[in-house]
């Protein structure tokens, strides 16, 4: 009895720790598809930066954003296989606890066979039951002898089931053998990639080095931009700001901007795919460490010709052009305004009402091969952090 309750109990223990390492692997199963989802997306994005043969800090964006993304895999991959030991140890145990109640219940079963063949005679048997005292002492003589032919034949079911349960946790043990193996395979591939990649990025750091020229130059084109953007959306706010209490309008501002308020977080990004290459504020250049660079919004970086469509409804405030920035479209949400740049094939009209998203236009792609998104968040005058406003990716 004491066998089979700690076989119980070694049992019960293994199956939830089991429970707790197939949650934990489930977790990271999810952490991997989202990596792998974000490694392809930004493959797509790399080889079309590659398709330039030109150095640009576009493509050591995206070569940097690869390095973080197969890193993070490889810290699943890592994790997945502790894991994986983990569960071996576990298995490796309790099948060597089911091999030890295999051979106790055998050789106890064994001995109560050879104790049963030493009294095999039914006329032992009844000798023992009739020469009882009296009614009570042979009727718990009868009780002992029927309990104990039970007990030989819940023996042979203990021992089968114990004899299946190390078959079980044999073939699991096999099993997760195996996949500890696929895994160590895909993290020495990931390993080579990731290195392979570092390597990329050393050469591309290189040549940008030796364009330092240029990229200042760039700085400062790009600062100007910034400038005007400022601007014009500072104009477009002034010139609207008694907007809300408009008789005329055709959509509702006032509950429009109460509504874009209530989903912070939760706005669906302006592209399809892509990820956030230039983060808002004031940062050090990714080259040139000495140098602060200050972004208003946020640039996504994504693929060439990539549409982009309103984070919500509104009205199209305003259409202009600005150098560096080439078409600029900023909707209007009542107190909020969200601002698109670097846009081409334009699908909208300035004062068209527009919906979530309803397609604002392309996405030009600039001579290095870079396709990137200049897009800000506004409540009046203050400037927002995009990022704090669309769905974390």
Known sequence: MLLRIFSFLSIFFFVFHNTKCQESRSDLERERDLNIQKINEAEKILKETENTKIASIGRLNVINRQINNRQSLIKSLRSDINI????????????????????????????????SYKSRSSLTKLSYIFSSENYNQMFRRMNYLFQYSSYRK?????IKEVRNNLVIEEENLIRVKENKSILLKSELSESRKLQNLKGSQKKIISDLNNRQNKIRREIQNRKEALRKLDELIREIIRKES???????????????????????GKHKWPVSSGFISNKFGEHAHPLIKSIKVKNDGIDIQTNKSSKVY????????????????????????????????????????????????????????????????????????????????IIKK
């Not at 490796?92 to 091999?99: A, G, K, Q, V």
């Not at 080439?326 to 527009?354: D, M, S």
């Open 242 to 264: 008694e907007i809300l209490r408009s008789d005329d309008e055709l959509i509702d501002l006032e509950r429009i901007s109460s509504e874009f308020e209530s989903l912070i």
């Open 310 to 389: 309103s984070i919500y409804d509104g009205k199209v405030s305003t259409i202009a052009f600005i150098p560096g920035m080439n078409n600029v479209v900023i909707i209007n949400h009542g107190n909020y305004f969200t601002l698109y740049a670097k846009l081409k094939n334009l699908k909208i009209e300035k004062n068209q009402i527009i919906y979530t998203g309803d397609e604002i236009g392309d996405l030009i792609t600039n001579s290095e091969g870079t396709t990137e998104l200049q897009f800000q968040v506004w409540k009046n005058n203050v400037k927002l952090n995009p990022e704090n406003w």
């Open 154 to 158: 819940n023996q042979i079911d203990e």
């Open 84 to 115: 994986q030991d983990k569960e071996i140890r576990s298995l490796t145990s309790i099948i060597s606890s089911l091999n030890n109640d295999a051979l106790l219940l055998t050789n106890e079963y064994a001995d109560m066979i050879f104790n």
